[in-house]
């Protein structure tokens, strides 16, 4: 799932500190059991034997593979401060599928400095929606709608997670949300923690229309904003940054871009970008009120779909009805054909017999005929002998 480096690797000659108790602080020599129903990333960030150094990427970030699994971390090496340390150790106890977990860190200074240097471990995710964008547009591959639609509705609980706890990301770029290839999730980091130090790298690739003005700002609804563009591009494959190009976002791009969408992703997609795009903040929802706007969907979609099956099965029921009206229809013209087949035999069969007794009766009367010829032919016969016999005796 995720690619192999040929790198040398090398084990760490150290164990890991881990700062919670939610993962086992000691490396095993083996994999311990899985238990029944265990999340496999759990398992696999619990039960490695060892982490060994694949790569570097950066100075200050490296790649770590979990062995015995095929599962990766990526190593970032920071120095924050007290209040930093302890915002991360809050993040390791965090479990949201939505959410790139921060796992455990290892200290490099000493622990009686003020500001500590620290590795800080966490999932490695390779894909972000830059490179899925540049994947599938290659090939005109669109994402398909039920993928669009648990992209927005599992980020939307990761954010409305976030808000829950007063927390904004404001660094939303389509390099920060990944693909998870391996859950097949779309995901979130939260760094909030790191804002403080490098306050010029938290600031959403595409800012919203109330963004640098005089007003009172709600960050929520700038993210908001921000993903709902991030969507947006991943919907149409293509990075929407030409919207901006004047340097304020352009109406017409942005109408020109719902048209499209329109035309790819009509319903609740369509629908629900919209809302999250909106010019008007007033009227922008923030991830609480984005919670229920996906309830009214769903409600809507179950709805169209009860509504459909009730349609589907008047259909099989008319559809029924008139197979039986048909078939009805079918052993009436039977039965009159039948009927009429021996109606007709009957009168066949009544004809035969009358010209039966013609034919007889002809017969008769012939035979009759034929008798009563004969004894005339011979009283005739008689009579012209007779007469002979007297002319001969008067001479």
């Not at 020599?29 to 950066?58: C, F, G, L, W």
């Not at 200290?107 to 390779?126: H, V």
């Not at 929520?220 to 004047?246: A, H, R």
């Amino acid at each position: 799932m995720y690619p192999e480096y040929c790198v040398a690797q090398r084990q760490q000659p150290y164990p890991l500190h881990k700062i919670t108790q939610s993962y086992n602080p000691v490396v095993q020599n083996e994999p311990r059991p899985r238990q029944p129903n265990e999340n496999p990333k759990d398992y696999m960030i619990t039960a490695y034997t060892s982490i060994n150094h694949v790569i570097d990427i950066s100075p200050t970030s490296s790649i770590y593979r979990l062995d015995p699994f095929a599962k990766y971390l990526c190593c970032w090496i920071n120095t924050v401060g007290p209040e930093e340390v302890s915002a991360i150790q809050e993040r390791t106890k965090w479990k949201h599928p939505n959410l790139v977990s921060f796992l455990f860190f290892e200290e490099q200074s000493d622990k009686f400095s003020q500001n500590r240097q620290l590795k800080i471990f966490y999932e490695y995710l390779p894909l972000d929606i830059k490179q899925l964008i540049d994947k599938r547009s290659k090939t005109q591959e669109y994402v398909p709608e039920e993928e669009i639609w648990k992209m927005i509705s599992g980020l939307c609980e990761a954010f409305i997670f976030l808000q829950k706890r007063g927390i904004t990301h404001s660094a939303l770029t389509l390099e920060s949300v990944y693909f998870d290839e391996e859950y097949l999730l779309y995901r979130i980091q939260d760094v909030s923690p790191f804002r403080a130090r490098a306050p010029h790298l938290f600031e959403n690739q595409y800012k919203s229309p109330e963004s640098g003005g005089n007003l009172r700002v709600n960050r929520f609804k700038q993210d908001v904003f921000g993903l709902g563009m991030i969507i947006l591009s991943l919907c149409l494959l293509k990075n929407c940054d030409y919207i901006f190009e004047t340097g304020v976002l352009s109406v017409v791009h942005l109408n020109d871009c719902f048209d499209q969408l329109k035309q790819l992703y009509p319903g609740r997609v369509d629908s629900i970008l919209k809302k999250m795009l909106l010019i008007d903040f007033n009227q922008r929802p923030d991830w609480l009120e984005m919670q229920q706007l996906l309830v009214n969907l769903k409600d809507i979609q179950l709805a169209n779909i009860d509504l459909g099956l009730t349609n589907k099965s008047s259909i099989l029921n008319s559809s029924f009805q008139l197979q039986n009206q048909q078939q009805q229809q079918i052993q009436k013209t039977f039965d009159q054909l039948t009927l009429s087949q021996e109606n007709r035999e009957t009168i066949n069969n009544n004809k035969l017999t009358s010209s039966i007794n013609n034919n007889n009766a002809t017969i008769k009367t012939t035979n009759t005929d034929s008798v009563d010829q004969k004894l005339i032919n011979l009283n005739k016969r008689i009579q012209d002998t007779l007469q002979k016999s007297l002319n001969k005796n008067i001479r």
